[in-house]
């Protein structure tokens, strides 16, 4: 069992920054990929990032080269740094991690305004 719990979502207008936070119940090291995902009102939820144990990172187009995912094994806690944000980032944001299954937190809104 693995629980997530996200923090460090909030209003920003365009432009702004925002860094997003997931702690997890157990040892990161453990937890391979860690990512997030996100959903806006009436989409599908989609990928943004995702962290392998061993650092490597994968970023969905429409975030690469703002948005950089982090995680510190110490912690057991993985970051999203969302930079430059637009009002089309705006979305429910949820972190998930895969041991033997797909665990979610419970998510945490992000809001960009123009």
């Known amino acids: 069992q693995v629980q997530l719990v996200e923090s460090g979502g909030g209003l920003v207008q365009a432009g702004g920054s925002l860094r997003l936070s997931c702690a997890a119940s157990?040892?990161?090291?453990?937890?391979?990929?860690m990512g997030w995902y996100r959903q806006a009102p009436g989409k599908q939820r989609e990928l943004v990032a995702t962290?392998?144990?061993?650092?490597?990172?994968n970023y969905a187009d429409s975030v690469k080269g703002r948005f950089t995912i982090s995680r510190d094994n110490a912690k057991n806690t993985v970051y999203l740094q969302m930079n430059s944000l637009k009002p089309e980032d705006t979305a429910v944001y949820y972190c998930n991690a895969f041991y033997f299954k797909h665990y979610w937190g419970q998510g945490t809104q992000v809001t960009v305004s123009s």
């Open positions: 157990r040892s990161i090291l453990s937890l391979n990929p």
């Open positions: 962290i392998t144990s061993g650092g490597s990172a």
